[in-house]
């Protein structure tokens, strides 16, 4: 069995069941509204203990270039990666189920009562704090690049530029990825290489 509570410190622990990965990524897939970034590498790093922050980021860089949404991605990869197909199963049951069963309600609602002003207005500032969490999780995510290869300098150099490429000069992502993610994976097997 594996162990779910670190005996001290920060130990690394892995999920105790399959059901174990559906009730923790069911509970992330209900607090997702807008982005998750922040909600999942609180519960996935330091409540759980299930990732180190390195291993978050390279996991979490992975899922977004991966086809599909994020947080789905990521839980297939850790599901998989502790049970097997019996794990990424949990773990994409618990992300996806309750969540569509709770928009497909809110759909309802908002198809209803869509021209009102305060849900505008709701709308509206649920964005803002999505754009807030996201940066939140970045910032405290900026420690972990101190082990990445490109160091810290480069990686923010990196991160800087697809930024100002998508979001400033509205390059199309997948070619920003494939330009930057080439430039950075090349970079990378420099100063891996033996």
Not at 90 to 101: D, E, Q, R, S, Y
């Amino acid at each position: 069995m594996r162990a779910n509570r670190p005996e001290g410190g920060d130990a690394r622990c892995e999920p105790i069941s399959p059901a174990d990965l559906f009730v923790t990524f069911t509970l992330l897939g209900l607090q997702g509204f807008g982005g998750v970034l922040a909600v999942v590498q609180q519960e996935l790093v330091e409540r759980k203990r299930w990732l180190t922050r390195e291993e978050f980021v390279e996991d979490w860089a992975v899922a977004q270039i991966m086809p599909g949404p994020n947080v789905v991605n990521m839980a297939l990869m850790i599901g998989g990666r502790s049970f097997g197909p019996a794990g990424a199963i949990a773990a994409l049951a618990g992300i996806l189920a309750l969540p569509l069963v709770l928009v497909v309600l809110l759909e309802i609602l908002h198809a209803r009562f869509a021209d009102h002003a305060g849900v505008a207005g709701a709308l509206r500032g649920t964005g803002a704090v999505a754009a807030g969490l996201f940066a939140a999780a970045g910032l405290k995510l900026l420690s972990a690049l101190r082990a990445n290869p490109l160091g810290r300098p480069l990686a923010i150099a990196l991160g800087a530029a697809c930024f100002c490429a998508v979001a400033l000069l509205r390059w199309p992502l997948v070619y920003v990825l494939l330009g930057l993610g080439t430039v950075a994976c090349l970079l990378s097997y420099r100063k891996l290489k033996p």
